[in-house]
């Protein structure tokens, strides 16, 4: 199970935390990645983070603004946001990935920049 | 990186067959075997259908197949059924560590 918290109307220029709690499988050993969904909108990858927390990739328009963590220990997945805009309204899903995909979804938190 | 490229919209009727299709680049869809595809009913998240272009997750009906030539990935849908009806978005590696996704195909049972 994944179970996304955090999500909250911000104003922009301001900065939000996302977790993520998981349960019911090996959490060090994943690859785990955000993916966001504006309001009617498609899908959109986010950051990636490898199992131990050493590699960190991220979607060009959130790199310098956002920071994906994890800590093994308490089986959580974060999402640091800072210096947010309105384009950044957005449900975001905490995922796992497997073999290149991505195969187990939490039920997502809306975040929401507006003045 | 681009978004990968879908019609917005497919329709059938019960039992027979819709193919959705997912164009991207050589850069991605073409360049890797790492297309997924996915199902989204309204409010829910996404679920995994297709992983590695044509291989299914455990769970997922043998009626959802998924095949890829050159730059076009495609899903088909065999033996609609109405809960079929849902949103289907692709995805692709697209190397450099980016992924990206299709813009969503709004599948309808007619």
């Known amino acids: 199970q994944l179970v996304e918290s955090g999500g909250d109307l911000v104003q922009p220029g301001g900065s939000l935390r996302l977790s993520c709690a998981a349960s019911g499988f090996t959490f060090s050993g994943y690859w785990m990645i955000w993916v966001r969904q504006a309001p009617g909108k498609g899908l959109e990858w986010v950051a990636h983070?490898?199992?131990?927390?050493?590699?960190?990739y991220y979607v060009d328009s959130v790199k310098g603004r956002f920071t994906v963590s994890r800590d093994n220990a308490k089986n959580s997945l974060y999402l640091q946001m800072n210096s947010l805009r309105a384009e950044d309204t957005a449900v975001y899903y905490c995922v796992r990935e497997t073999s290149w995909s991505f195969d187990f979804w939490g039920q997502g938190t809306l975040v929401t920049v507006s003045s | 990186q681009s978004a990968l490229t879908q019609p917005p919209s497919a329709s059938g009727s019960p039992g027979q067959s819709v193919t959705i299709s997912c164009t991207g680049t050589s850069s991605d869809v073409g360049g890797y075997n790492h297309v997924s595809w996915y199902q989204q009913h309204p409010g829910k998240a996404p679920k995994l259908l297709i992983y590695e272009v044509y291989k299914w997750p455990s769970g997922v009906p043998d009626r959802f197949s998924g095949s890829k030539s050159g730059n076009t990935a495609s899903l088909t849908v065999s033996g609609l059924q109405a809960e079929d009806e849902a949103d289907y978005y692709c995805s692709s590696y697209a190397g450099s560590n980016h992924w990206v996704f299709g813009g969503g195909t709004k599948l309808t049972v007619l």
């Open positions: 983070i490898k199992g131990d927390g050493s590699v960190k």
